[in-house]
């Protein structure tokens, strides 16, 4: 079917209003016109026939709104938006229009805006109209002219200056000097849509906090995005909105995009329809734009057993960055992610999980198991704890084989269906990086396993003969340049390694179901996002992205830090569960001096066998820097850990070589809360697991309201991510949607 040109109603904003607009449409609606005189206090059709008030801001945005309010009611019989969107105050029309409040409720909240913004008394705005405006930010440089915003920006010929009127004036200055065009002050008492109304940005955030929005019924076009409103994310937005600029060309250009060819403006004027006008002359015939969405990447099996709408996992992050908060938003959004319980005691993953199954929203949650070669009672006390919660998701990482525990969980409840298939109840997400690793996950659990988990009761002997049948984990993801720890391994190599290794286990053991393969690090950007997808991927799981999420359990502290990285801001230190080992963990390097500390304990370690030993001037250093106290009460600090975990024998025969292993990993721990706890007295020593994942997003969000940590909802970041790479590969892949031989009758 071909695609028909759509439309789009547009509202006018501040600065449309003028005496006797509204004509015969206060007679026309008379109920809506008693309502408005209630709550304006004022009756709204003396209001707009007298222009004594309309230069007030108070009085101005309730006018306004509720003429063009008037004017959509005239025009709702008529054939209906495909878009809807408003210019500044315009846009709570647009809100209004789709069904997202009621029309008292968002004259309330109009006249609050008016209000709050009527008292950020200061500054002024000027209209800048020229020819050669892509200069103008380097003509405002050069005259030194830093503390004006651009607040409109409202087409390529036409923008809006906000700031002190002193700065305007130099930038007026400027502006006529270099030639770029003409400039016009505007009758405005303040620098609205700028960085100087944080103020009033802030006090209406907590009006908005009080105000439910409906989803929208129509696509409402954001000032602040230049893209359609995430319900998720529409009252932060409309907060910001306040000092963030009004991007109206990029709204016009989105809108043609999508098909848009024609646009109705309704309310006072036609500052909008000329501004529409040479955009909409310059468009090309629709020929299948504004198509629908494209699909959702992935395997659809893949969303079907994991009870979610996108092929898309959030990974655990230990100590519980990945919060119940983290998780149960992902939750109530369709989505999963893994809690991350790495760290804690049995006790505190209780209580985690009480609190996801007491609400759990719509969706499902996950947990995750680490490798624990020096605490197994606790990763067998886990991995119960799953099974009597009947947790059907747990994320497995940092392991070199195959554990009992991993199998009591994985298996606990599989049975054999009518036709005599066999099915497991439970799914593991193997996180692998080495092929050797890989393949213990890819077969079925090893006989004297079964037979010991049988022994002890772990396990029925109908349980362990299904799980002889069927791989250790149905989704295997290769962990590439990761977060945590890593190998940091290629995804073009690793992804296709591992899908012939996949391959040739479901050949060989001849599993009635396909084996899916994930892909997890360096998933920042759709291109990204889509490469996983053109390699294979049924699934793609991302992590250290989401540290930096409102629901995420770390520090603002670190969160402040970590939008600021880029992709060459990480550096890889010793692990602090394994530091004996030398494994490597990939960690945050701009602002912290974490990396080259815990590098120099490693090197310390490899190279003496006793604290002692170690030259003086060196142990001195690295007490009044890295510890920030004696060695002796780091030693008494961590035998206390130790006591208290009940694992007093691993200090009682610890030798002079061991001591200083287990001191030396006092200093990972500690590290870690520091940065938890947001301990800017720490900063130096913050241990923060990151990938260049991180910067990648950094970047490809950079001047867009999620540049600012407090607006990435983690639910938010995987709509980016996946209708992103949607997109790109609905351009440059159309045959890339889902995964080929996915598609398989059976699901366990």
């Known amino acids: 079917m071909s695609a028909r040109p759509k439309s789009a109603w547009v509202f006018p904003g501040q600065g449309a209003q003028r005496k006797g607009m509204g004509g015969d449409l206060f007679e026309r609606f008379p109920d809506e016109c008693a309502a408005a005189d209630r709550i304006i206090g004022v009756p709204v059709a003396r209001l707009c026939r007298e222009d004594g008030r309309l230069g007030d801001t108070r009085y101005a945005q309730p006018a306004l709104f509720v003429v063009n309010a008037l004017s959509y009611l005239a025009a709702r019989d008529d054939e209906p938006p495909d878009f809807l969107a408003g210019h500044s105050l315009g846009e709570y029309t647009a809100l209004w229009a789709a069904g997202c409040l009621d029309f008292e409720a968002a004259l309330r909240l109009v006249c609050r805006r008016g209000e709050i913004m009527a008292r950020a008394a200061g500054g002024g705005m000027v209209a800048v109209v020229g020819e050669r405006l892509d200069r103008l930010p380097e003509v405002l440089a050069e005259a030194g002219v830093d503390d004006v915003d651009m607040a409109n920006d409202n087409a390529d010929g036409q923008v809006v200056l906000s700031g002190p009127r002193e700065s305007l004036a130099a930038a007026s200055r400027a502006v006529a000097a270099a030639g770029l065009g003409r400039c016009v002050p505007l009758k405005v008492a303040a620098a609205f849509h700028s960085r100087y109304m944080r103020a009033a940005s802030d006090e209406f955030a907590d009006v908005l906090a009080g105000v439910r929005f ?415 106290r004696p060695f002796e009460r780091v030693w008494q600090e961590t035998e206390r850990h130790y006591r208290a975990t009940g694992r007093a024998v691993e200090v009682e025969r610890a030798d002079p070589r061991r001591r200083m292993a287990l001191a030396f990993r006092w200093y990972f721990a500690h590290s870690t809360n520091a940065a938890l706890r947001g301990d800017t007295a720490e900063q130096a020593n913050f241990q923060v697991h990151t990938g260049p994942a991180m910067g990648a997003f950094n970047r490809y969000v950079h001047g867009t309201e999620l540049a600012d940590w407090r607006l990435r909802h983690v639910d938010v970041i995987a709509g980016v991510l996946m209708r992103g790479a949607a997109e790109i590969l609905r351009r440059r892949c159309p045959t890339v949607t889902t995964s080929e031989q996915c598609n398989t009758p059976d699901a366990d």
């Not at 269906?417 to 890819?442: C, M, N, Q, W, Y």
């Open 214 to 628: 409906a989803p929208p019924r129509v696509p409402v076009i954001s000032n602040v995005t230049a893209r359609p409103h995430d319900p998720a994310l529409l009252v932060e937005l409309l907060a910001v909105q306040l000092r963030r600029p009004v991007r109206w060309r990029e709204t016009m250009a989105y809108l043609v995009d999508r098909g848009v060819r024609t646009v109705r403006e309704l309310g006072p004027g036609r500052v909008l329809t000329e501004l529409f006008r040479p955009v909409l002359a310059a468009a090309p015939a629709v020929a299948g734009a504004g198509a629908s969405e494209p699909e959702l990447p992935g395997c659809p099996q893949f969303r079907a057993d994991y009870g979610v709408t996108s092929a898309y996992l959030a990974g655990s992050m230990y100590k519980g960055i990945s919060s119940v908060d983290l998780v149960s938003r992902l939750g109530r959004s369709g989505l999963l992610g893994f809690f991350g319980a790495g760290g804690f005691d049995r006790d505190g993953v209780e209580a985690a999980l009480r609190s996801l199954t007491t609400d759990p929203g719509p969706g499902r949650f996950g947990m995750n198991l680490l490798a624990m070669p020096d605490n197994p009672a606790l990763e067998s006390a886990l991995a119960e704890l799953y099974v009597r919660y009947d947790v059907r998701y747990v994320e497995a990482a940092g392991y070199h084989g195959v554990t009992a525990p991993l199998v009591r969980f994985r298996f606990a409840g599989a049975h054999l269906a009518a036709d005599g298939t066999p099915v497991a109840v439970r799914h593991i997400v193997a996180k692998v990086s080495r092929p050797e690793v890989a393949a213990a996950f890819l077969r079925p659990p090893p006989d004297p396993m079964l037979a010991e988990l049988v022994a002890v009761g772990a396990l029925s002997a109908a349980e362990a003969a299904v799980a002889a049948r069927l791989p250790v984990s149905g989704d295997l993801c290769a962990e590439a340049d990761s977060a945590g720890h890593t190998d940091a391994r290629s995804a073009l190599t690793l992804v296709p390694d591992l899908a012939l290794l996949r391959d040739a286990a479901m050949s060989g053991h001849g599993y009635h179901k396909r084996i899916r393969l994930g892909v997890a690090g360096g998933l920042g950007t759709p291109e990204a996002v889509a490469a996983a997808f053109v390699l294979g991927a049924d699934f793609v799981l991302t992590g250290s992205i989401n540290q930096a999420t409102p629901e995420a359990g770390t520090s603002a502290a670190v969160k402040d830090l970590l939008v600021q990285v880029g992709i060459q801001d990480t550096a890889y230190a010793p692990a602090g569960d394994t530091f004996e080992l030398g494994s490597r963990v990939q960690v945050m390097r701009r602002g912290t001096m974490f990396a080259a500390r815990a590098n120099q304990l490693l090197q310390l370690y490899q190279r003496y066998d006793n604290w002692a030993d170690v030259p003086p001037t060196v142990r001195e250093t690295v007490e009044r820097t890295t510890f920030r």
